[in-house]
């Protein structure tokens, strides 16, 4: 069984800083893709950033400059650091990796994380 489990998130003002982490857990033989997606009310998930196992990002048009993906092999783990943050990135946060198991390779989503952008 695996799980991601993720920590961070809150409440934080207009222009202010935030950091979410998402680690994964169980039987993981090893880890391809990692990153973060988000959903506001009434919209659809969209993909913030990503992560392969060899480092390479790619980071949503409406964040970058702003987020910084980045994670930790040894650790199983995924860092999202959100700066300059405006109302709309309110959101929940969903973690996501695509994990081999000794017989499968499947998505893996986090239970996702609140971020609320205001003063």
């Known amino acids: 069984q695996v799980q991601l489990v993720e920590s961070g998130g809150g409440l934080v003002q207009p222009g202010g800083s935030l950091s979410v982490s998402c680690a994964a857990s169980g039987s993981i033989f090893s880890i391809n893709d990692m990153g973060w997606f988000r959903q506001a009310p009434g919209k659809e998930r969209e993909l913030v950033a990503i992560v392969t196992s060899g480092g390479t990002t790619n980071t949503a048009d409406s964040v970058k400059g702003r987020f910084t993906i980045s994670r930790d092999n040894a650790k199983n783990t995924v860092f999202l650091q959100m700066g300059s943050l405006r109302p709309e990135d309110t959101a929940v946060y969903y973690c996501?990796?695509?994990?081999?198991?000794?017989?499968?390779?499947?998505?893996?989503w986090g239970q996702g994380t609140q971020v609320t952008v205001s003063s």
């Open positions: 996501y990796a695509r994990i081999r198991s000794t017989y499968t390779l499947r998505d893996y």
